[in-house]
């Protein structure tokens, strides 16, 4: 979170009041769904705007943090990829019926490392008009997965099914028949989530007083943001420990 040795407590500190909020989403999750069986009452409108503002805050930041880090971003992209793929192991093996495949860290690998090549192919794109196509792109793939562009409602087009048995495109957004991950973020449609941060960042950099405004420093959530990623590691095990002392095993 540097730029010219100067870090942005405010961005540190949004991404630790999501990881907050990730955790509770995450052992009421655990409760309702698999310690006490009470799904119908955990999936309501209110849980899935609440899970959406969580991933979109990541995702969004994750986009503008590109840019802080140029010179590392190879070897984040590759270490994310790594700690997604020991999670996807963890899961498959401890707990088949939450496993893991393609998640959020496997995502936001994939998206640093798809940056790097289309930066400078980015960087010539006015931001505004980056920032706006980026978001009317991830609004359009909204539901790809359900073999759609466009709205649920009003499908602009209708996706081929052949796309969808081609097990190798699952990462693209493209899942199989039968597939299954508690926490799926294919590259389609959130890669251009991930643009809008890029582009976002873009606007804002430079400029005086948004970056007096990153600046400052929310007490103890700025904290909790600058070790999110060992959080978001260690926090599902934590969650099930607790969750078995209280309603036994699963």
Request: proline share 6%; glycine share 8%; charged share 10%.
């Amino acid at each position: 979170m540097k730029k010219h040795n100067k870090r942005f407590y405010l961005i540190d500190g949004i991404r630790g009041f999501a990881i907050i909020n990730m955790i509770l989403y995450h052992f009421l999750y655990d409760v309702f769904v698999l310690y006490i069986d009470r799904s119908d009452q955990f999936f309501q409108p209110i849980t899935f705007v609440w899970q959406q503002f969580i991933c979109w805050s990541f995702i969004l930041i994750s986009g503008m943090s590109w840019h802080f880090g140029k010179k590392d971003n190879l070897k984040r992209g590759l270490l994310l990829n790594f700690w997604g793929l020991v999670i996807s192991f963890v899961t498959y093996f401890v707990s088949p019926q939450t496993v893991i495949w393609f998640g959020i860290l496997n995502f936001i690998g994939s998206a640093v490392l798809l940056m790097i090549v289309l930066d400078k192919l980015f960087a010539k794109i006015p931001p505004v008009i980056g920032i706006t196509i980026s978001f009317i792109l991830f609004l359009l793939f909204r539901n790809i997965q359900q073999g759609i562009l466009g709205m649920t409602e009003y499908p602009l087009l209708t996706l081929p099914g052949w796309l969808y048995d081609c097990k190798i495109l699952t990462p693209l957004g493209f899942p199989f028949p039968g597939f299954h991950s508690s926490d799926y973020f294919p590259l389609l449609p959130w890669f251009f989530l991930f643009c809008t941060g890029y582009f976002f960042w873009n606007i804002i950099k430079g400029k005086e007083i948004p970056q007096k405004i990153l600046s400052f420093k929310i007490p103890v959530l700025s904290q909790i943001g600058v070790y999110s990623f060992w959080i978001y590691l260690l926090h599902q095990p934590v969650i099930i420990l607790i969750c078995t002392l209280l309603f036994g095993r699963l």
